[in-house]
Nanobody, 123 residues
Framework: QVQLVESGGGLVQAGGSLSVSCTVS????????VGWFRRAPGKEREFVAA????????YYADSVKGRFTISRDSTKNTVHLQMNTLKPEDTAVYYC????????????????WGQGTQVTVSS
């Protein structure tokens, strides 16, 4: 089993920055790939970013590429999502998810999920 707890998030003005974090427990952190997804009001959950077990390979949705950065801190078993130049359309509940070894971009491929954290970007 893998347990995930998100932290961070909050309210920020458009153009600002915010960071969300995901702390992983229950399995060897180095063997787990982590993805971030988000669900905006009235929309389906969508892929945002992912990082592989080694932290070498990262992937981003086109909508956040160049603005968001995913990274992992193996000393703290934590994955961070740094969000810059935020837009009102980034407003959503952000979820981290985990799977063994390889990354994936679809939520069905992630068996482990956190509870989500709210990010609100005001215009």
């Amino acid at each position: 089993q893998v347990q995930l707890v998100e932290s961070g998030g909050g309210l920020v003005q458009a153009g600002g920055s915010l960071s969300v974090s995901c702390t992983v427990s229950g399995r060897t952190f180095s063997s787990v790939a982590v993805g971030w997804f988000r669900r905006a009001p009235g929309k389906e959950r969508e892929f945002v970013a992912a990082i592989n077990w080694g932290g070498i390979n990262t992937y981003y949705a086109d909508s956040v590429k160049g603005r968001f950065t995913i990274s992992r801190d193996s000393t703290k078993n934590t994955v961070h999502l740094q969000m810059n130049t935020l837009k009102p359309e980034d407003t959503a509940v952000y979820y981290c998810a985990a799977r063994m070894l390889a990354t994936a971009r679809t939520e069905d491929e992630y068996p482990y999920w956190g509870q989500g954290t709210q990010v609100t970007v005001s215009s």
